[in-house]
């Protein structure tokens, strides 16, 4: 799906490279910060005299330096914004494009739960991830890589605390990331199954009041709205645990600073200031790591959610017109020849089998039976909602797989009994069978 990025690689490249200068700033904070403290407060190199010229200098630049790296991360942000959101609304449009061009076959095997899920949520993680690799990642690899080479340029001694601080802090991150990890894509199923008993519900309504199974279906909701809150909460109680671990190690960690950075004032090797500068530092290196886990998580998420759209996007329409664009006279003959017919999930069980009519030009034909003897599954064969698995079925004379689809449903007039919302658009609905055929003048 990195082909949908291409037509947006301006903002895609501009994102990040404002939050260079966002993560410069910040920085640049605490050196400036130390400087007031060692020059303007202590005046150490003037005997102890402090200058409150040069903190207000100095105050003066940390403030420009701020608006200046606010002014950049405003616009790595409108340009990340800019770039997922269009992304994600290609993506969006080519999948319900593609789900357009599904045979109810294949809308049934994804379920349309799913397939809602799937062109709504799944693509918002989808474009989260992309908004966390251009700014989120890059933010914390720059404020991490830059802290410990600022920290470390102030005085080699808190490379010691760097080094021991590391290590605990990426342990706990990858094994939370780890647990964490295939929680989402269960989350992801989790969500479709809500979305299914919902869609159920609000589609087929009239099914579930006229056999008063209201409270059955709520009961059903429940259970599905449950398990989602279920996997929901055990992934946040597993990164609940998470910050206040990571909140010991840091604040260890700044003990730690100010330990060794007492000792290397008493050497006279670093300044107050270097250790309050450090002290910034180590915050941020360690902050930087912990929000890496904030930034797998999103990651995860919308690489599971990918899979679940490529799934979508890649899958090849089972049902596909013909070369035929018919003729504009239409005639009205339908003929089945020895047609046979299962649903996909049914295995060698046949709806029809064996079944011929012919019926002529001008002929009015009513098909009666019990329900579920496959009167609509005969009549879905016409208009290829779905294909006969032997047999022909023609139209004018014409084998329906040899028109293209357009031209051999243009043919055709549906009128359902229960009004589609979009049905109405459509047809003059008429009550009567749940399905007739009516020749179109
Ligand atoms: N989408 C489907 N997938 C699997 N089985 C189906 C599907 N639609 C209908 N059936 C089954 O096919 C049989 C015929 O159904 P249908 O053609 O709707 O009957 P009728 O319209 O005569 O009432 C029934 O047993 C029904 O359960
Ligand atoms: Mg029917």
């Not at 062109?119 to 908004?131: A, E, F, G, M, R």
């Not at 199923?189 to 409270?215: H, I, S, T, W």
């Not at 200031?273 to 912990?290: E, F, P, R």
């Amino acid at each position: 799906m990195l082909k949908y990025l291409k037509k947006y690689w301006l903002f895609f490249i501009l994102a990040p490279i404002f939050m260079v200068g966002e993560v410069s700033m910040d920085l640049l904070q605490p050196r400036l910060m130390g400087q007031i403290v060692d020059e303007g407060v202590l005046g150490l190199s003037h005997g102890g005299v402090g200058d409150l010229g040069l903190v207000i200098n100095t105050g003066l630049r940390m403030i420009g330096l701020v608006l200046f790296g606010c002014f950049c991360g405003i616009m790595s942000g409108v340009f990340a914004n800019l770039c997922s959101q269009n992304y994600g609304n290609d993506i969006r449009k080519d999948a319900f494009r593609r789900v357009m061009s599904f045979s109810f076959e294949q809308t049934d095997r994804f379920s349309t739960g799913s397939l809602i899920t799937r062109v709504t949520n799944d693509i918002t993680q989808v474009q989260n991830l992309v908004t966390q690799c251009i700014r989120g990642f890059v933010r914390t690899f720059l404020l991490f890589a830059g802290g410990i080479v600022c920290m470390l340029t102030l005085d080699l001694s808190f490379g010691v605390v760097v080094a021991c601080a590391l290590p605990l802090i990426v342990a706990c991150v990858i094994f939370f990331i780890a647990k964490a990890n295939p929680m989402f894509t269960v989350l992801q199923e989790k969500l479709d199954k809500v979305n299914n008993v919902m869609q159920e519900n609000v589609a087929g309504a009239r099914v579930v009041k006229a056999y008063v199974k209201e409270e059955y279906e709520k009961g059903r909701f429940g259970a599905a709205n449950g398990e989602l809150v279920g996997t929901q909460l055990d992934v946040l109680l597993l990164f609940s645990y998470m910050t206040p671990i990571m909140n010991i190690i840091l604040n260890v960690s700044v003990v730690a600073v100010i330990k060794v950075g007492a000792i290397e004032v008493g050497n006279g090797g670093v300044t107050p200031g270097d250790v309050m500068a450090a002290i910034t530092y180590i915050s941020q290196i360690l902050n930087a790591v912990m929000r890496m886990t904030m930034i797998f998580q999103t990651v995860s998420r919308g690489v599971a959610s990918g899979k679940r759209i490529k799934e979508v996007l890649d899958c090849e329409p089972s049902i596909k017109g013909g070369s035929f664009a018919g003729d504009t006279a239409v005639k009205g003959k339908v003929e089945f020849r020895n047609v046979s017919f299962s649903y996909p999930n049914m295995g060698e069980k046949k709806v029809i089998s064996d079944f011929s009519l012919t019926i002529n030009p001008g002929e009015t034909f009513g098909i009666l039976g019990a329900t579920g003897c496959g009167k609509s599954s005969l009549v879905n064969l016409i208009p290829r909602f779905y294909d006969a698995t032997q047999g022909e079925v023609l139209v004018d004379d014409v084998n329906v797989k040899d028109y293209t689809l357009g031209a051999l449903r243009g043919k055709i007039a549906v009128a359902l009994q229960k009004s589609e919302i979009s049905a109405r658009r459509y047809v003059r609905i008429s009550r009567g069978e749940s399905l007739t055929l009516q020749r179109q003048r």
